[in-house]
């Protein structure tokens, strides 16, 4: 019997959050551990905890058909309470990032004597059910064929040029290093809008759904990017939250959630 309250098909995860728990309970069971260890508590290496990721993983990819990435597994096996998971899905490389007072409850702020937190995540069920399967598949294939095609026409242009790219082109290298491949300016630079147009450049020849869904995966990055420069400034921003730093990370955070909104 397996019992959860992770709604299903809501796009919360609940594949990836079952098959680690099937995999932790099998690994109780072939190891005779003590039924109370869980896997949270339980000291396992980090090589170990990969190893849950992409075995249960491979779960759905080879048993269920469905060409999923990593991201869910790893962080049903990595997440921890009050941080953000910053991942790099190609080398799985991963960074946290300790959420502010402002997100965690323990702000200063307070109404009638009572602590207030400032923003919250808000989850909204909108009652339409999350599939797998052929239609992810499919979305899938769209956004690796941009990626690939993308990455055809950056290489061509280098030919030409007699330059070469410092890295290989994907989307994540874009936008984390626009300027290796000629884009625009470097991490910082605000020009998101200049920065797609030069991804998707028109020339590729990308079908009408592999631009779209290539150019959400990046507009997605790049937001991600900015929430986690301003969760770094709000934390480490070198005063407390009545300070003029504090008052222009809060600014810039109510600027990237009105971005978002829109």
């Given at each position: 019997?397996?019992?959860?309250?992770?709604?299903?098909?809501?796009?919360?995860?609940?594949?990836?959050?079952?098959?680690?728990?099937?995999?932790?309970?099998?690994?109780?069971?072939?190891?005779?551990?003590?039924?109370?260890?869980?896997?949270?508590?339980?000291?396992?290496?980090?090589?170990?905890?990969?190893?849950?990721?992409?075995?249960?993983?491979?779960?759905?990819?080879?048993?269920?058909?469905?060409?999923?990435?990593?991201?869910?597994?790893?962080?049903?096996?990595?997440?921890?309470?009050?941080?953000?998971?910053?991942?790099?899905?190609?080398?799985?490389?991963?960074?946290?990032?300790?959420?502010?007072?402002?997100?965690?409850?323990?702000?200063?702020?307070?109404?009638?004597?009572?602590?207030?937190?400032?923003?919250?995540f808000l989850l909204v069920?909108?009652?339409?059910?999350?599939?797998?399967?052929?239609?992810?598949n499919f979305i899938r294939?769209?956004?690796?064929?941009?990626?690939?095609?993308?990455?055809?026409?950056?290489?061509?242009?280098?030919?030409?040029?007699?330059?070469?790219?410092?890295?290989?082109?994907?989307?994540?290298?874009?936008?984390?290093?626009?300027?290796?491949?000629?884009?625009?300016?470097?991490?910082?630079?605000?020009?998101?809008?200049?920065?797609?147009?030069?991804?998707?450049?028109?020339?590729?020849?990308?079908?009408?759904?592999?631009?779209?869904?290539?150019?959400?995966?990046?507009?997605?990055?790049?937001?991600?990017?900015?929430?986690?420069?301003?969760?770094?400034?709000?934390?480490?921003?070198?005063?407390?939250?009545?300070?003029?730093?504090?008052?222009?990370?809060?600014?810039?955070?109510?600027?990237?959630?009105?971005?978002?909104?829109?």
């Amino acid at each position: 019997l397996i019992d959860g309250d992770v709604p299903l098909g809501a796009g919360m995860s609940s594949s990836a959050a079952l098959c680690v728990a099937v995999w932790n309970t099998v690994a109780w069971i072939a190891q005779k551990a003590p039924p109370e260890m869980l896997l949270s508590e339980t000291p396992f290496s980090e090589e170990a905890l990969v190893n849950v990721a992409t075995s249960t993983r491979a779960i759905e990819v080879e048993y269920c058909k469905v060409n999923i990435g990593i991201m869910d597994q790893f962080v049903s096996v990595h997440g921890r309470a009050g941080c953000f998971l910053e991942l790099q899905c190609s080398s799985l490389s991963h960074k946290y990032h300790t959420l502010p007072p402002a997100f965690t409850g323990s702000t200063t702020t307070t109404t009638g004597g009572v602590p207030q937190e400032q923003y919250t995540f808000l989850l909204v069920n909108s009652m339409v059910k999350h599939k797998l399967g052929d239609e992810y598949n499919f979305i899938r294939t769209c956004i690796e064929g941009a990626q690939s095609k993308i990455r055809d026409q950056k290489e061509k242009d280098d030919m030409a040029s007699g330059c070469e790219s410092q890295s290989r082109f994907s989307f994540a290298a874009a936008v984390e290093h626009p300027t290796q491949f000629g884009f625009g300016s470097d991490a910082d630079g605000d020009d998101d809008a200049g920065l797609i147009a030069e991804v998707f450049d028109s020339r590729v020849g990308l079908s009408e759904d592999e631009r779209a869904m290539g150019q959400y995966v990046v507009e997605e990055m790049l937001r991600t990017r900015k929430f986690i420069k301003v969760i770094e400034e709000l934390c480490c921003g070198g005063g407390d939250e009545t300070s003029g730093d504090a008052d222009a990370s809060t600014a810039a955070l109510e600027a990237f959630t009105s971005a978002k909104m829109q």
